[in-house]
């Protein structure tokens, strides 16, 4: 009983010692013509084959979901079109095979449903099935490559996605984009990498951004965070996204992983987007008008006549309405209006936004929190601490009138207007005394 408890203990020692898990997964594509293309993945845990495929350099295209899983249709835009659930068929398609070290085996189940191990291979072939992919060893696709690809997120306007492998993402123009990468170097093979670059590549959007990440240790692990934006003029289409992940290693080797997915750009009909509505007034917040400044998206499939904008407040009794005559089909316009605000004091009001199309349906509604300030931004005395901690009294001539403290600066006026009295009473008296003074000295003379 004891020996047993002691084994126990070993066996949990030894698996918080043990490495993180890693699975390396080939991946053989035959096309026709005899032309072979092949890859090798590494991750920290198994992968669906469907996964490994969209994680690998190769740009699959899927069917919708069945109870058997997707089917791969096309591979790097090759093969047929996807129907529903199911491939258009005209005899040939992209036939499963695996290989688990006995050489090439017609898969018995789904690319969704096959559970890829360390050292398998997957293979593709694109033909009536009856044939096997060309005989690979596996150490003649995978060798050693420290660079791993962790996890791939994307940020569409601030909502956040994982991006799961052979999946589209779907956009739409003008969308903000924000890609998080993490890359890591694997413990296991004790190889330091310099220079990490990222790069994020839509070539037929000319979309081309990168991120250093520097150094990476055995084990080590960073963030990349790479922004974009689709065009407002990108066509209804799909697009590839390539992300490169390249390293010089200290084994005297270029070290390089890639990560592919689908960007599908959606348009509809109609499709109106306030992309921003903002105060550019210029003053400290307390004029008696404020210019508002807003900015019109069309993202819809085609020009977009008589856009009509309407703004208002119940809080300052606001109501404008404003037309654009002709949004240019990808284009956008800035609108901008006055709002008079006299009389209404300091404090907060919201504006709404509300956009809509040539048939008056509405398409976007923004809001905007606007900070109307006290004119009152310094008081007539300002207090602050000398070395010696004795206060100090210092006036501050510019903001004599603000209208911020009506109780003293009516005391400072008061007091302004005073002194003025004494001081016109004071130079008329001199002004008479020195009259006086030199008429006597002609007289005298």
Sequence with gaps: MKENKNLFLI????????????????????????IVEVDCLRTKETKKASEAIGLSKFVPEWSEKSIFGRLLCKLNN????????????????????????????????????????????????????SETPQGFEFEE??????????????????????????????????????????????????IDLFDVEVELEIDDLDIN???????????????????????????????????????????????VVVFN????????????????????????????????????QNKGESDEENVILIVNSSEINYNGEFVIDNLKFGGEEKLNFLIGLEGMGSGNFHLTLKAYNSELELEDTEILKVDRASCEKFSLFDKIESSSNNEKIILNYHNLFSVGN????????????????????????????????????????
């Design 209 to 255: 951004e990168d991120d250093s990440l520097g150094n990476l240790k055995p084990g080590g692990e960073e963030k990349s965070k790479i922004k974009f934006k689709i065009p407002l003029n990108a066509e209804e289409d799909d697009y590839d996204l390539v992300i490169l992940i390249e390293g010089e290693g200290d084994d005297g080797f270029d070290h």
């Design 406 to 445: 009506e109780k003293t600066n009516k005391g400072i006026v008061l007091y302004l207007i005073l002194s003025s009295y004494f001081l016109v009473i004071f130079l008329g008296v001199f002004f008479v005394l020195k009259v006086r003074k030199n008429q006597k000295m002609l007289n005298f003379d």
């Design 261 to 296: 997915i689908v960007v599908e750009v959606e348009r509809e009909e109609h499709d109106l987007f306030i992309d921003s509505v903002q105060d550019i007034s210029e003053g400290l917040g307390c004029e008696n008008e404020k210019n508002f400044e807003a900015i019109i």
């Design 78 to 129: 090759f093969g047929e079109e996807p129907d529903g659930q199911y491939c258009e068929f005209y005899g040939d398609y992209w036939a499963f095979h695996i290989n688990e070290g006995n050489g090439w085996e017609f898969s018995s189940v789904g690319l969704d449903f096959y559970d890829a191990q360390d050292e398998s291979i997957i293979g593709l072939k694109f033909g009536d099935g």
């Design 11 to 34: 066996m949990i020692v030894l698996i918080f010692l043990l490495p993180n898990v890693i699975a390396d997964i080939a991946i053989v594509a035959e096309f026709p013509n005899d």
């Design 141 to 190: 696709i995978c060798f050693d490559e420290p660079l791993i690809i962790n996890k791939v997120r994307a940020f569409i306007n601030d909502d956040n996605e994982n991006l799961v492998s052979g999946e589209d993402l779907q956009v739409k123009p003008g969308d903000k984009i924000e890609i998080e990468i993490g890359v890591g170097n694997f413990e296991a093979y004790s």
